[in-house]
């Protein structure tokens, strides 16, 4: 898979602007503020469905402006594609694949195929449980359609819920009819995300490792609400357990308390929790092992390569994981933002603007 071209119209800083680019390394030079990273965010559209700096789709939009669009011609699969994204302030998105325009996000992600890798991505070791589920969701979107829409599916009833609990007088039979097709639908959802977690833990201490020269160990240990339960239906059963007994808790505080919405994977170097305890050098490391293993586990699951994003990324890394990287993405499309200093990466210098 490969981008050819992206034109924007309207996106953040830019009125009209497109760029070609090459099937190998591609630098966007220049300095800060001239909207390198906006063209990432562009790209990354149509591989997560929406901005991966967590943005609303107005704030994308050109200040002045009503309305935004974005275009990526790609190759994949010995032919050429085009998708479309209009953007506006008053209405939901508008996305189109080769001309016609597509009505679900199920039909629509796992089209294109990208991992992008940003200096926040530290959150995945550092930061709160929602950057790890963002993660996995994404990852998981892109390579299984279907999840898609279970994931939307289980977050209308998780609203609908929750605008429950928070009225004047909760309802508690129509709680417990929520949480009847919540255990369901989340026991899917953790399920799903177990085993995405088995294989991308394998995939990514292999990683790690071969990134330290074998002299570190790393493990990454899934976490949910259910425990231990297996399947589909045990998974249920836990779910439904625990929603009964924390029901009169989530109506004295009028918000949903559990379920597959707390789900979170840990991070442990060498036996110790790398929030915790390990060093920058460690979960930079580390991070980058998660992000190469969404890549990796991607291009296993479809049998076709992805593009890779980098905003910003070598600044943040020292000569030995510069040139990890780089070895690790060779043969493959990758993307990067950077100041001045391209003559490290090589390929084809870009400057926006």
């Given at each position: 898979?490969?981008v050819?071209?992206v034109?924007?119209?309207n ?7 497109s ?6 390394i591609n ?8 909207g390198k990273t906006?063209l ?7 591989a997560?469905g929406?901005?991966?700096?967590g943005?609303?789709?107005r704030?994308?939009?050109r ?5 935004a ?7 994949t ?6 998708l ?9 998105k508008q ?8 009505t ?9 195929r990208?991992?992008?890798f ?6 995945l070791?550092k930061g ?8 996995l969701?994404i990852?998981?979107?892109q390579?299984?359609p279907?999840?898609?829409a279970l994931?939307?599916?289980y977050?209308?009833l998780l ?6 609990l ?8 129509l709680?417990?009819?929520y ?9 899917s ?7 995405f977690?088995a294989?991308l833990?394998?995939?990514?201490s ?11 160990s790393?493990?990454?240990s899934?976490l949910?609400q259910?425990?231990?339960a ?10 439904l357990?625990?929603?009964e007994s924390?029901k ?5 505080r009028?918000c ?6 707390r789900d ?19 979960q930079?490391s580390?991070?980058?092992s ?6 990796a586990?991607?291009?296993?699951y479809?049998g076709?390569?992805?593009v890779?994003?980098l905003?910003?990324i070598?600044?943040?890394l020292?000569?030995s ?6 070895e690790?993405?060779?043969g ?14 090589g390929?084809?210098?870009i400057r926006?603007?």
């Amino acid at each position: 898979m490969k981008v050819n071209s992206v034109t924007v119209c309207n996106f953040r800083n830019y009125g009209d602007f497109s760029v070609s680019f090459d099937s190998g390394i591609n630098v966007l030079c220049g300095k800060n503020g001239i909207g390198k990273t906006n063209l990432l965010e562009g790209i990354f559209l149509f591989a997560g469905g929406k901005s991966f700096r967590g943005a609303k789709d107005r704030e994308m939009i050109r200040f002045g402006c009503e309305n935004a669009a974005v275009r990526l011609n790609f190759d994949t699969g010995g032919s050429t594609n085009e998708l479309e994204a209009r953007l506006f302030r008053g209405q939901k998105k508008q996305l189109f694949k080769n001309g016609f325009q597509v009505t679900r996000l199920s039909e629509y992600l796992g089209l294109f195929r990208a991992v992008v890798f940003t200096p926040d991505h530290m959150d995945l070791v550092k930061g709160a449980p929602e950057s790890r589920r963002r993660f996995l969701d994404i990852a998981m979107c892109q390579s299984f359609p279907r999840y898609v829409a279970l994931l939307s599916e289980y977050n209308k009833l998780l609203f609908q819920k929750s605008a429950c609990l928070k009225s004047e007088a909760p309802d508690g039979l129509l709680i417990d009819i929520y949480n009847e097709k919540l255990a369901t639908l989340g026991a899917s959802i953790t399920k799903s995300r177990r085993s995405f977690v088995a294989r991308l833990a394998k995939k990514a201490s292999e990683i790690y490792s071969d990134m330290t020269s074998g002299g570190e160990s790393m493990k990454i240990s899934f976490l949910t609400q259910a425990g231990d339960a297996d399947g589909s239906d045990g998974l249920a059963k836990s779910y439904l357990t625990l929603f009964e007994s924390k029901k009169e808790s989530e109506i004295q505080r009028k918000c949903c308390l559990c379920g597959a919405q707390r789900d979170d994977f840990s991070v442990h170097i060498k036996d110790r929790n790398a929030k915790l305890y390990a060093s920058q050098g460690q979960q930079r490391s580390a991070v980058l092992s998660l992000k190469l293993a969404e890549g990796a586990l991607s291009e296993d699951y479809t049998g076709d390569t992805c593009v890779y994003l980098l905003d910003d990324i070598l600044s943040e890394l020292d000569r030995s994981r510069q040139e990890f990287i780089l070895e690790r993405l060779c043969g493959r499309q990758f993307i990067i933002t950077c100041c001045e200093d391209t003559e490290r990466v090589g390929g084809k210098v870009i400057r926006p603007g």
